[in-house]
Antibody
Framework: QVTLKESGPGMLQPSKTLSLTCSFS??????????VSWIRQPSGKSLEWLAA???????YYNPSLKSRLTVSKDTSNTQVFLKITSVDIADTATYYC?????????????WGQGVMVTVSS | DIQMTQSPASLSASLGETVTIECLAS??????LAWYQQKPGKSPQLLIY???SLQDGVPSRFSGSESGTQYSLEINSLQSEDAATYFC?????????FGGGTKLELK
């Protein structure tokens, strides 16, 4: 059974660095073809893909935010992390991590429940 | 980036009716189009991938089709549980991009 779960600070101040963790089970990020992505959604709005890391450690970023994003994974391949620097109010959103594969069913087939992050002074 | 233009932004329909939601890609995405359903307070759930392939467990009243760069999601025989917001997403090239969403309300 594949599950993912996001965790984060809940609220932080503008200009700070947001650190998010995605803990998952039911698959290993060391398996060829596996990819974990971060996606966010401001309340009442659409979805924005942010970053991804694959089984080989290759990283992919949304060019619109690339300078502020860092994605990484742990050595046990059961957690993926996202850091967003210099946050501002526009970064207020629910942040999801989601799995995709590079073969077979390639969109996001499993999602976490999301973690709400509020940027406020 | 590939732009996904989704329409309509909202629609209202009755139980048993058929509705169609559309997504226009700004360039050829070679059928690499997914549809998701999202209910309030929940994460998106994959319905359809590769434009017309039904994800396991999704009712057969959901179907997807394509014509050029125009993609459609059809929901037949609307049920009360279909009230949700629907998003399209291209899975052809980075950065992955989503449509603006369609909020479906049941009368």
């Amino acid at each position: 059974q594949v599950t993912l779960k996001e965790s984060g600070p809940g609220m932080l101040q503008p200009s700070k660095t947001l650190s998010l963790t995605c803990s998952f089970s039911g698959f290993s990020l060391s398996t060829s073809g596996m990819v974990v992505s971060w996606i966010r959604q401001p309340s009442g709005k659409s979805l924005e893909w942010l970053a991804a890391i694959d089984w080989d450690g290759d990283k992919y970023y949304n060019p619109s935010l690339k300078s502020r994003l860092t994605v990484s994974k742990d050595t046990s391949n059961t957690q993926v992390f996202l850091k967003i620097t210099s946050v501002d109010i526009a970064d207020t959103a629910t942040y999801y991590c989601a799995r995709r594969r590079t073969m077979g069913i390639t969109p996001f087939d499993y999602w976490g429940q999301g973690v709400m992050v509020t940027v406020s002074s | 980036d590939i732009q996904m233009t989704q329409s309509p932004a909202s629609l209202s329909a009755s139980l048993g009716e058929t509705v169609t939601i559309e997504c226009l890609a700004s360039e050829d995405i070679y059928s690499n189009l997914a549809w998701y359903q999202q209910k309030p307070g929940k994460s998106p759930q994959l319905l359809i991938y590769d434009a017309s392939s039904l994800q396991d467990g999704v009712p057969s009243r959901f179907s997807g089709s394509e014509s050029g760069t125009q993609y459609s999601l059809e929901i037949n025989s609307l049920q009360s549980e279909d009230a949700a917001t629907y998003f399209c997403q291209q899975h052809h090239d980075y950065p992955w991009t989503f449509g603006g969403g369609t909020k479906l309300e049941l009368k």
